[in-house]
């Protein structure tokens, strides 16, 4: 009863085309259950008496009767299509929206593939429900009720046959429905499975391609799609094994209606008209089961697909903004401090990804943080903009715990350049555009010019270059540089470059540090691998195994920190075999430019 009470809470303003197209459709059955008793009035009374004013009247009221009932079913055909759209652009229109307030924690319980398909497909399948079966959801039981009545008040004898059989047919449709149930709801997982594929495949068709894998995904296709046929096959062929059990149990009402009839027309009890009136009940109460059983079929599937999409539409997002009144909207400052944090991104992990971490950075500062892959710098910066809360301790921003304010006016004075860059399909004003809507082509330019993006700009077309979808029409460098300058746009208070320069050569990036040293008042945190990305910072923090090992400047870290060394020499250490090679191929080229300039001495010689 919940899934239907959740689709009665979104028909919404379609609840009028609901209620129109349930009485439409009853009175339009009400109607055409008439027609029989009329038939069977014509053959007794004007036919065997040779009346042929009763066979007119008769017959004008039946043809009456079939045009009203043809209106009724058109206007029940545009009440039940609005309504099924209506619902359905409503329900995805609320999954949409409730996946946007989704916290980092809530999506990482679901696939992505998987809200695509309980968006599209899932929904589809209600549409689908709601448009086929509305008809004879309210048609089926009426036909039944109504036909039985009839068919009882025409001979109570005969009407004894089918409260005999029917109990046998909804038995039969009773066990259909029971076994195709978690079917359906394996079916549905078979779709995720494919989509999922498909998604990757799809977005990664450039690595595929690289790595000469494509024969290698065709194979992993083809397993998930056999996975989605064999479960197809399973659950449909199941599903038609309520056509049988109707056909059966119809064919045997029809006869005993016929066989005990017939005896009663041979005695005299019965009248032909009456028997033959009597047997279009019949069809009309089977026509009425089968359509049950349709239905039944049809919201088994709908039911999973609508407990799928409630499962959505019933997730509570993980972080929320304090009541209204008591969520601060205004970021005074740009300092930070971790106080006596502890980070994981699951209750039931075993171990923290930040360990009692405390830190403090003042406001217009700016600090690096270095550490190996896996000790939690991410982490630590994700907390800040409050994508996760702290499993212990509090995270400040200006002097204020972070989950004291609202979570938009945070985000806001929060800029983060993430580890994965992202860019929209679009233009690059577009892209921009999503640090400031109403930014003048004035500013946008600055931004590009602050982020080193301007030196690219005109190859692509200027601000109106489009990027193609998720920025494939630029490299990792320019997507970087575009998104730094995205990201300078919002006007932070908080600048957090999440490694957000690693494919930037070093030139540049330390022109974009120059850059950013010239706003004032912005707290900038730089999360790098590189020691030259931060060995300007105020201060540095060195993370290992989710813990602050040290902290201080560059110089302070490189006397008396082993790990900063370690780092330190290595990364120097390549430099200079780096600048080895590059020295030893200019001297390569020198030796072999004179010997060409001497051997061209002697030609000219």
């Not at 038995?171 to 029971?178: P, R």
């Not at 041979?266 to 009456?274: E, S």
């Not at 006397?559 to 250490?573: C, F, G, L, P, T």
Request: hydrophobic share 45%; proline share 2%.
């Amino acid at each position: 009863m919940s899934e239907i009470r959740l689709l009665l809470s979104y028909v919404g303003p379609y609840r009028r085309d609901a209620a129109l197209g349930a009485l439409f459709v009853a009175l339009e059955t009400s109607l055409e259950l008439l027609i029989p008793m009329l038939m069977a009035s014509i053959i007794d009374e004007g036919i065997a008496s040779g009346d042929v004013a009763v066979i007119m009247r008769q017959g004008a009221i039946m043809l009456a009767l079939a045009l009203l009932s043809l209106v009724l079913g058109l206007g029940y055909a545009r009440f039940a299509s609005r309504l099924a759209t209506g619902l359905g652009a409503r329900l995805r229109q609320a999954e949409y929206e409730k996946i946007q307030a989704f916290a980092f924690g809530n999506l990482d319980r679901y696939q992505t593939s998987s809200l695509v398909t309980r968006m599209t497909t899932d929904i589809t399948v209600i549409q689908n429900a709601i448009s086929s079966g509305f008809r004879p959801m309210v048609r089926g039981p009426v036909l039944l009720i109504m036909g039985l009545a009839y068919a009882s008040i025409m001979s109570a004898e005969l009407a004894v046959v089918f409260f005999c059989t029917m109990p046998l047919l909804g038995v039969l449709l009773g066990l259909i429905t029971w076994r195709a149930a978690p079917l359906y709801r394996d079916l549905q997982v078979s779709m995720d499975h494919l989509n999922n594929v498909v998604q990757e495949d799809v977005t990664a068709v450039r690595a595929v391609k690289a790595y000469v894998r494509g024969p290698h995904e065709c194979d992993v296709f083809a397993g998930v799609n056999g996975e989605l046929a064999r479960t197809s096959t399973k659950t449909f062929s199941t599903a038609v094994l309520n056509l049988p059990a109707f056909q059966l149990v119809m064919y045997t009402t029809t006869v005993l209606v016929l066989a005990v009839g017939g005896h009663m027309v041979a005695t005299g009890a019965l009248g032909v008209g009456t028997l033959t009136g009597f047997m279009s009940y019949v069809l009309q109460i089977m026509n009425s089961l089968m359509m049950i059983s349709n239905v039944f079929l049809l919201l088994t599937r709908a039911l999973t697909s609508i407990r799928r999409v409630r499962d959505v539409l019933g997730e509570v997002p993980e972080l929320a903004s304090p009541a209204d009144g008591e969520a601060l909207t205004d970021v005074p400052d740009g300092s930070v401090e971790f106080r006596d944090v502890s980070f994981k991104y699951s209750a039931a992990a075993e171990e923290d990804v930040l360990e009692h971490v405390s830190l403090r950075v003042p406001s217009g500062a700016t600090v690096g943080v270095l550490g190996s892959t896996g000790s939690g710098k991410s982490s630590l910066v994700q907390l800040i903009a409050r994508l996760y809360d702290a499993t212990d301790g509090a995270v400040l921003v200006g002097g204020h715990d972070v989950r004291a304010y609202d979570l938009a006016s945070l985000r806001d004075a929060v800029g983060v350049v993430l580890q994965k860059n992202v860019l929209f399909t679009g233009t690059v004003a577009e892209n921009l555009r999503w640090g400031d809507a109403d930014a003048t082509d004035e500013e946008l330019l600055e931004a590009c010019r602050l982020a080193c993006a301007d030196e690219f700009l005109d190859r692509i077309g200027g601000l109106a270059g489009d990027l193609g979808q998720g920025g494939a029409g630029v490299s990792g460098g320019q997507k970087q540089r575009l998104c730094i300058a995205r990201t300078l746009l919002k006007r932070p208070r908080v600048l957090i470059f999440d490694d957000s320069t690693s494919a930037v050569d070093m030139a540049t990036e330390a022109k974009i540090r120059a850059n950013l040293a010239s706003i004032p008042g912005v707290t900038t945190i730089i999360i790098a691998q590189r020691i030259t990305s931060v060995m300007d910072a105020d201060e540095i923090f060195v993370l290992d195994d989710g813990r602050v090992h040290a902290h201080g400047t560059h110089a302070e870290l490189l006397a008396n920190d082993s790990i900063y060394q370690e780092i330190y020499a290595s990364q120097m250490e390549h430099a200079e075999d780096g600048a080895h090679a590059g020295a030893a191929a200019s001297a390569d080229e020198r030796a072999a430019s004179s010997v060409d300039v001497e051997e061209g001495g002697e030609r000219r010689g």
